[in-house]
């Protein structure tokens, strides 16, 4: 059991029923994962734990659903008697509110928080009982299964299939002084199931065979437990700050690793993985600062690789807003609760961290009990970022606005020169600069700001025409001038290109993401990737083409192409305007024709490339698996068929040439009766080898893809019934609706896949046990289970594939038992028709078959609305 909260087990036990509570009752919850954990025992447990400590404890209401075993749990415990209501002509009982108010105890147990009240008797929900209980101030412990949580409804049904209509609050749970997780393994469980331990003897199979399958409750296991955890680390939380404590506490290790976006980070995350892999618990996290203003730092597409590097390594990716890098990282670590920082080595030249620290020295000096880790790694090559802005701001335009701009306002405030004093002139003039600036940038805007003060230095300061400056403050208005117009420039430059960055970023975070987006769609995800990048670069055409691991273009072969037309097959990338490298070692090429990319594009081609080849290896190995299934499929069908031409023909031809040959002999005098039992021995024979040939035939066809099965819509009944034709009926139970979906399948081999696993049934099941043959539909798995029950000895889970091998008889039981073929049969027809056979235990003993055979014409199967209940 799993516990939750910083109250004690034993908080409450020293008030008795001579105290009356004045604050708010406590709250208990045993939490599980799956009905028939155990939560309600664990509860009766505790009470009584409660009262031998002299606490007064009562008992609202416990379902004990017929269990034996719980109600010798409830014992002599106080038990409140139930509110008696009739509803409809059905008499209910619920849990009496008022009488539990009036008897004021100081614990009181109530079962089934989520439960749904009958109406008519108050609040709509017992958790709303609950709540009025504890307002009265009387301790409440409680049980609730972990798909009764409201935020959870959507995620249970979609594993069971099964939408639960009765659901508690998750804040009502949350609020708990305590919460107990109940756990069981799945296996166990459905032990516990089996030996009718959960539900009545009836609802075992079919409990087993939908809402208790072992996948559905790992799962629902796997949400308790996260759930749980989930609250003890907000519980850790709370404490850490209710008490003021700042500092890392290891109860796990989590490795953050800051990335600043530079070729590094790979390396950063690697190291960083090596150091989470080495034990067991701990935690990679990622983090990537971003400035206030927007700027990441880095391009969006090298950002978006590592942060899919830092999940495929099994860590999270975060972005943070700071413009402190250092102290973003640490608060950013102590927040997490981080225990180890891996950083890069700083970049910058020794002079230049003289004058400004390098990132990671700042966070090694501020980390305090945090563990750091700076990685060397290979100096890298400083971006021609410079040279960039450069060529994008002296365009002819920029420059023609650092003359003309000024030149223009000029001539224009010189038409008004009488009426305009110097500060007008200046703040015209500083227009300008903000004019060139987001036209050219910094540089031409700040010769702009110089061109105005000379011209309103000659035209507007007196004297007039000559730079000369009569007053001291013109002369100093004018240095402030060119100052602020510099200053602002640059603020107006740097906006500009944050805005600019931003857009890009925004534009690169949707591509990528409709590119993943279309990866995870069914069908074939090159075409939908190619097409989805094609789109993107607004380019007209984009190919991929195989030409070869390292060689250049040696007979390339065109892999997918999407756009207008068609490349040239003999060489596919002429014209292209951009050429990619997908996968270099496996000589993948990317081409887009349309126009040339910007260089700042290069690193997101390079992102959606690697996505690109991403998709043709899912693809092949889609397409690699099918093949192997294929394969497979093939070798089980030539191993059943070279099986029993080897050894299984010869029994029944044996039968056949002993009898017939008896039979002939004039030596021997044979009486009637004897005569009859040798030919009902050569006529079984004969019906046996027929029945084998018939596999073999249908299996051979198979084999060689002449017979193809014929697959087409068909009742379940109709494929059982005819199936157990010639079985004897005496030793047959057959309970199937005639309401249930049409199934997909070939009906003459399905038949055939039923007739052998009934007959293996009926010859090992015990003497005056029927087999039964049951069929329901798999919420949410759009499929058909028909089980067949037998009560025989069984067969050890380690031995149950092997059943499925030529020969294998129960417990090596001699030739008149069977040929010990059928079963492996059953399995090669099964295949072909797309069905599965899996096997399980029988309650009480014995074997259970279980034939799923998917449902005609539906891709998907909606959940229906039933509650735990009616799980079953």
């Given at each position: 059991?799993?516990?939750?909260?910083?109250?004690?087990?034993?908080?409450?036990?020293?008030?008795?029923?001579?105290?009356?509570?004045?604050?708010?009752?406590?709250?208990?919850?045993?939490?599980?994962?799956?009905?028939?954990?155990?939560?309600?025992?664990?509860?009766?447990?505790?009470?009584?734990?409660?009262?031998?400590?002299?606490?007064?404890?009562?008992?609202?209401?416990?379902?004990?659903?017929?269990?034996?075993?719980?109600?010798?749990?409830?014992?002599?415990?106080?038990?409140?008697?139930?509110?008696?209501?009739?509803?409809?002509?059905?008499?209910?009982?619920?849990?009496?509110?008022?009488?539990?108010?009036?008897?004021?105890?100081?614990?009181?147990?109530?079962?089934?928080?989520?439960?749904?009240?009958a109406p008519g008797i108050g609040h709509e929900k017992r958790w709303q009982d609950v709540q009025s209980i504890l307002d009265a101030g009387i301790d409440v412990i409680t049980t609730v299964n972990i798909q009764h949580l409201e935020s959870l409804n959507d995620v249970v049904a979609g594993i069971t299939g099964i939408v639960q209509a009765e659901t508690v609050p998750d804040d009502v749970v949350r609020a708990a002084d305590q919460i107990e997780l109940v756990d069981m393994s799945p296996q166990s469980l459905r032990r516990r199931m089996a030996h009718g331990h959960v539900y009545p003897a009836g609802a075992i199979?079919?409990?087993?065979?939908?809402?208790?399958?072992?996948?559905?409750?790992?799962?629902?296991?796997?949400?308790?437990?996260?759930?749980?955890?989930?609250?003890?680390?907000?519980?850790?939380?709370?404490?850490?700050?209710?008490?003021?404590?700042?500092?890392?506490?290891?109860?796990?290790?989590?490795?953050?690793?800051?990335?600043?976006?530079?070729?590094?980070?790979p390396l950063l995350l690697r190291r960083g993985a090596r150091i989470a892999g080495r034990a067991t618990g701990r935690d990679l996290v990622a983090v990537h600062i971003v400035r206030s203003d927007g700027s990441m730092g880095a391009p969006t597409g090298e950002i978006e690789s590592q942060r899919l590097l830092a999940e495929s390594l099994g860590g999270s990716f975060h972005l943070i807003v700071g413009d402190d890098i250092a102290a973003s990282v640490l608060d950013f670590a102590r927040g997490v609760n981080g225990t180890q920082i891996v950083v890069g080595a700083s970049r910058h030249g020794r002079l230049t961290q003289l004058v400004r620290p390098s990132t990671s020295m700042a966070i090694v000096r501020g980390s305090g009990d945090i563990d750091v880790h700076v990685v060397t790694h290979q100096p890298m090559p400083r971006p021609p970022g410079r040279a960039r802005r450069r060529a994008s701001v002296r365009t002819r335009w920029a420059w023609a606005a650092v003359v003309?701009?000024?030149?223009?306002?000029?001539?224009?405030?010189?038409?008004f020169r009488e009426g305009l004093n110097l500060p007008t002139v200046l703040l015209i003039f500083l227009l300008g600069v903000q004019t060139t600036a987001l036209i050219g940038g910094v540089l031409p805007a700040a010769i702009t700001a110089v061109v105005a003060g000379v011209l309103a230095n000659l035209l507007f300061t007196q004297p007039y025409g000559s730079l000369t400056i009569a007053e001291p403050q013109n002369a100093f208005a004018l240095l402030v001038f060119v100052v602020v117009g510099v200053t602002v420039a640059s603020i107006v430059d740097r906006s500009r290109a944050a805005a600019a960055q931003a857009a890009r970023g925004q534009a690169e975070a949707q591509l990528?993401?409709?590119?993943?987006?279309?990866?995870?769609?069914?069908?074939?995800?090159?075409?939908?990737?190619?097409?989805?990048?094609?789109?993107?670069?607004?380019?007209?055409?984009?190919?991929?083409?195989?030409?070869?691991?390292g060689t250049t273009r040696p007979d390339p072969r065109v892999l997918a192409v999407a756009g207008d037309t068609m490349p040239d097959p003999?060489?596919?990338?002429?014209?292209?305007?951009?050429?990619?490298?997908?996968?270099?070692?496996?000589?993948?090429?990317?081409?887009?024709?349309?126009?040339?990319?910007?260089?700042?594009?290069?690193?997101?081609?390079?992102?959606?490339?690697?996505?690109?080849?991403?998709?043709?290896?899912?693809?092949?190995?889609e397409a690699e698996a099918a093949q192997a299934e294929r394969l497979r499929q093939s070798d089980v069908v030539r191993t059943a068929i070279l099986a029993a031409v080897s050894h299984d023909l010869r029994t029944p031809l044996a039968t056949i040439k002993a009898s017939m040959s008896s039979l002939r002999d004039g030596a021997v005098t044979w009486s009637a009766e004897d005569r009859d039992d040798l030919l009902a021995a050569t006529d079984e024979a004969a019906d046996q080898l027929d029945g084998l040939l018939s596999n073999l035939l249908d299996l051979s066809r198979l084999q060689t893809g002449v017979l193809a099965p014929v697959r087409r819509p068909?009742?379940?009944?109709?494929?059982?019934?005819?199936?157990?034709?010639?079985?004897?009926?005496?030793?047959?139970?057959?309970?199937?609706?005639?309401?249930?979906?049409?199934?997909?399948?070939?009906?003459?081999?399905?038949?055939?896949?039923?007739?052998?696993?009934?007959?293996?049934?009926?010859?090992?099941?015990?003497?005056?046990?029927?087999?039964?043959?049951l069929a329901g539909e798999v919420p949410g798995a759009a499929s058909i289970q028909i089980r067949v029950i037998d009560h025989g000895a069984g067969v050890p889970e380690a031995q149950r594939e092997a059943m499925f091998a030529p020969f294998q008889r129960l417990g090596d039981a001699p030739s008149g038992s069977g040929i010990g073929l059928g079963l492996a049969v059953a399995r090669g027809l099964a295949l072909a028709v797309d069905a599965s056979i899996e096997v399980d235990d029988t309650p009480g003993g014995g074997l259970t078959m279980i034939i799923t055979v998917p449902i005609a014409g539906r891709d998907e199967q909606p959940a229906s609305g039933r509650s735990e209940g009616e799980a079953v």
């Open positions: 059991m799993i516990e939750e909260g910083s109250v004690p087990a034993s908080s409450g036990s020293a008030r008795t029923s001579t105290e009356r509570p004045a604050a708010r009752g406590r709250l208990r919850v045993y939490l599980g994962a799956a009905p028939g954990v155990g939560k309600t025992v664990a509860m009766l447990g505790e009470a009584r734990r409660r009262r031998e400590r002299g606490t007064d404890v009562v008992v609202g209401i416990v379902e004990d659903h017929g269990r034996d075993y719980t109600r010798e749990c409830l014992g002599d415990l106080e038990v409140i008697p139930r509110r008696t209501l009739e509803h409809r002509g059905i008499t209910l009982t619920e849990l009496d509110l008022p009488a539990v108010l009036a008897r004021r105890p100081a614990v009181v147990l109530i079962d089934e928080l989520a439960h749904t009240n199979d079919t409990a087993l065979g939908n809402y208790f399958r072992e996948g559905n409750l790992t799962a629902l296991r796997e949400l308790a437990l996260l759930w749980v955890a989930d609250r003890v680390d907000e519980g850790l939380d709370r404490y850490r700050r209710e008490h003021g404590i700042t500092g890392t506490w290891a109860a796990r290790e989590r490795i953050v690793v800051a990335l600043t976006g530079g070729p590094e980070g003309g701009v000024p030149v223009l306002l000029a001539a224009v405030m010189r038409l990528l993401a409709a590119v993943a987006n279309t990866m995870a769609l069914p069908g074939d995800p090159l075409t939908a990737v190619l097409e989805q990048a094609r789109i993107g670069f607004g380019m007209r055409r984009a190919v991929l083409v195989r030409s070869g691991p003999d060489d596919p990338l002429a014209g292209a305007d951009v050429v990619v490298d997908a996968d270099g070692e496996e000589g993948l090429v990317l081409g887009l024709f349309g126009h040339p990319l910007v260089a700042a594009d290069q690193q997101l081609v390079d992102v959606v490339a690697a996505q690109v080849a991403l998709a043709l290896e899912r693809s092949e190995l068909v009742s379940v009944d109709e494929v059982v019934y005819r199936a157990l034709i010639g079985l004897p009926t005496a030793r047959l139970d057959v309970e199937i609706s005639d309401d249930l979906p049409l199934i997909d399948t070939d009906r003459g081999l399905l038949e055939r896949v039923v007739a052998n696993i009934v007959s293996n049934a009926v010859s090992h099941s015990a003497d005056g046990k029927p087999v039964r043959i």
